[in-house]
């Protein structure tokens, strides 16, 4: 099983550039998370979703991020326009009992 | 509102020492607490949690309802245990979503 997978590893854009950050969960699991870590805030959660359907999203800095889950083995995590400040690590996991199982991260930097 | 506290963002001790990673939590119910490392490039995984009352890694963790703490000790700290550690709570029966401690880096010297 090769876990929770995310493209791209890596991500360098322009300022005002979409960018559209990919997950696929654990097959199986029924709750997918998605958040931000930074040196300054730690790990944020921004969204998470049950069974697809998006449960919180209070986390979302602005209208600028929005996510997605069209089945349940593929989510998006969209930044349009992108800004520097969002430059962090974005981290996806899903979970299906008490156990939340990370990916590797998406290390995005917005010049 | 729920809120955890993790107090040191960086921590360091030699190779043989005891380590404690301090770890607080508000939660007016019964939290379930847990810790998560992340390992340098490697993703953030589970560590242990309060519920299995077990060691991993020589690591042991106890829940303090009194004092509302989920305090991660080692006896003995290794170089391998250099990573960042986070504090994380679940709330009981509503597990959605887990609350997270900042994390603290730890540095194991040789």
């Given at each position: 099983?090769?876990g ?9 854009t ?16 029924d709750?997918l ?10 790990l944020?959660l921004?969204?998470?979703?049950n069974?697809?359907?998006p ?5 979302m ?15 998006t ?5 992108s ?5 962090a690590v974005?981290?996806c ?6 156990t ?11 010049l | ?12 001790v ?7 990673l301090?770890c ?8 379930e607490?847990f810790?998560?490392v992340?390992y340098s490039?490697q ?5 242990l ?30 170089e391998e ?11 009981g ?5 887990l609350?997270?401690?900042r994390?603290?880096?730890?540095t194991?010297?040789?």
């Amino acid at each position: 099983d090769a876990g929770v997978i995310q493209s791209p590893r890596h991500e360098v854009t322009e300022m005002g550039q979409e960018v559209t950050l990919r997950c696929k969960p654990i097959s199986g699991h029924d709750y997918l998370f998605w958040y931000r870590q930074t040196m300054m805030r730690g790990l944020e959660l921004l969204i998470y979703f049950n069974n697809n359907v998006p449960i919180d999203d209070s986390g979302m800095p602005e209208d600028r991020f929005s996510a997605k889950m069209p089945n349940a083995s593929f989510s998006t995590l969209k930044i349009q326009p992108s800004e520097p400040r969002d430059s962090a690590v974005y981290f996806c996991a899903s979970r299906l009992t008490d156990t939340q199982y990370f990916g590797p991260g998406t290390r995005l930097t917005v010049l | 509102a729920q809120r955890v506290t993790q107090p040191e963002k960086l921590l360091s001790v030699f190779k043989g020492a005891p380590v404690e990673l301090k770890c607080n939590y508000s939660y007016s119910g019964s939290p379930e607490l847990f810790w998560y490392v992340q390992y340098s490039r490697q993703r953030l995984q589970l560590l242990l949690r309060h519920i299995s009352r077990e060691s991993i890694k020589g690591f042991t963790a106890d829940l303090n309802k009194g004092e509302t703490s989920f305090h991660l000790k080692k006896p003995f700290a290794q170089e391998e245990d250099s990573a960042m550690y986070y504090c994380a709570l679940s709330r009981g029966s509503t597990l959605g979503r887990l609350y997270f401690g900042r994390g603290t880096q730890l540095t194991v010297w040789p």
